[in-house]
T-cell receptor, first 116, second 112 residues
Framework: EAQVTQNPRYLITVTGKKLTVTCSQN?????MSWYRQDPGLGLRQIYY???????DKGDVPEGYKVSRKEKRNFPLILESPSPNQTSLYFC???????????????FGNGTRLTVT | EDQVTQSPEALRLQEGESSSLNCSYT??????LFWYRQDPGKGPEFLFT???AGEEKEKERLKATLTKKESFLHITAPKPEDSATYLC?????????????FGTGTLLAVQP
């Protein structure tokens, strides 16, 4: 089944304790992206990747890191989480090159992060 | 500044009561408008892409339309299973990125 898989689904942590949220897709998509979803603010892009070893900042990248060493994986790293990073996070992927750059995003089921 | 606004924020309908959701946008260079459905505890699920004014797309009880300033998602004779949050997003800018700017969504509740 074609899907984007995020882990964990729920995560509670404390300020400053490094964490990684994993994201994997099995659709051979070039483009992957991370969003956070907050009430009243909608989905906002954190980072995106056009292909392996190519990443770039979205609209709200502060406090986050990403890497794209393999095509299927795009982990989100919070080196020193803070309470304002408490949010619902979504990983998404799509075909993203050439004539297919307008293809729809496929989303994972989200990771709810709480930082105390 | 590129902006997407959805209205209403929430809508409650009786089963069979048709209505429309609105998505208005102010962007520099629309490269596509997308509609997604999001169920509680899940990620957004793609519904439609519209590219140019006058375009329409249909799927079951849903029909999406596009003008130069807004898009409508028409829901005809809705059923309780249509209850969800409906998100609108626009793709902007040049280059080969697939960045979307999302609205905050319309929470639809259809009562039997």
């Amino acid at each position: 089944e074609a899907q984007v898989t995020q882990n964990p689904r729920y995560l509670i942590t404390v300020t400053g304790k490094k964490l990684t949220v994993t994201c994997s897709q099995n659709m051979n998509h070039e483009y992957m992206s991370w969003y956070r979803q907050d009430p009243g603010l909608g989905l906002r892009q954190i980072y995106y990747s056009m292909n392996v070893e190519v990443t770039d900042k979205g609209d709200v990248p502060e406090g986050y890191k990403v890497s794209r060493k393999e095509k299927r994986n795009f982990p989100l790293i919070l080196e020193s989480p803070s309470p304002n990073q408490t949010s619902l996070y979504f990983c998404a992927s799509s075909h993203g090159t050439g004539s297919s750059y307008n293809s729809p995003l496929h989303f994972g089921n989200g990771t709810r992060l709480t930082v105390t | 500044e590129d902006q997407v606004t959805q209205s209403p924020e929430a809508l409650r309908l009786q089963e069979g009561e048709s209505s429309s959701l609105n998505c208005s946008y102010t962007v520099s260079g629309l490269r596509g408008l997308f509609w997604y459905r999001q169920d509680p505890g899940k990620g957004p699920e793609f519904l439609f892409t519209l590219y140019s004014a006058g375009e329409e797309k249909e799927k079951e009880r849903l029909k999406a339309t596009l003008t130069k300033k807004e898009s409508f998602l028409h829901i005809t004779a809705p059923k309780p299973e249509d209850s969800a949050t409906y998100l609108c997003a626009v793709r902007v800018g040049g280059g080969a990125t697939n960045k979307l700017i999302f609205g905050t969504g319309t929470l639809l509740a259809v009562q039997p």
